[in-house]
């Protein structure tokens, strides 16, 4: 298990176990994490599962596709160099420790 923490709109903090190779929104969907809406179930397609990363070790987190950040431009008004779609990133054993700080993702 990898070891990886959400922290919610309110500020609380979700200290979450993720299964390698799932995907970040999965782990958060699983904990029950609020602000992860996941409306697509994955595909990278609504924005719902939007995250700040607060911080990851160096490496962990490849670079978005273009398809991820034409997602991102196209529906998050208030959208931060660090936003990413937990859909589309994988838990890696090298994610340990990562932070996320869910975003306002009521679209």
Known sequence: ?????????????????ATPGA???????GASVDGILAECGG????????CGVVSAPDGSI??????????LEFVAEDLSNND???????VTPSLEGAVFQVRDNDV
Request: charged share 20%; net charge negative.
């Open 84 to 90: 990413r779609l937990t859909c589309q990133l994988t």
């Open 1 to 17: 298990m990898v070891n990886i923490v959400f922290i919610a709109l309110d500020g609380e903090k979700h200290e979450v176990s």
């Open 43 to 50: 595909a990278g397609a609504c924005a719902t599962c939007r």
């Open 23 to 29: 995907s970040v929104m999965q782990a958060a969907m």
């Open 62 to 71: 490849e670079a978005p596709t273009d398809m991820e950040l034409e997602m």
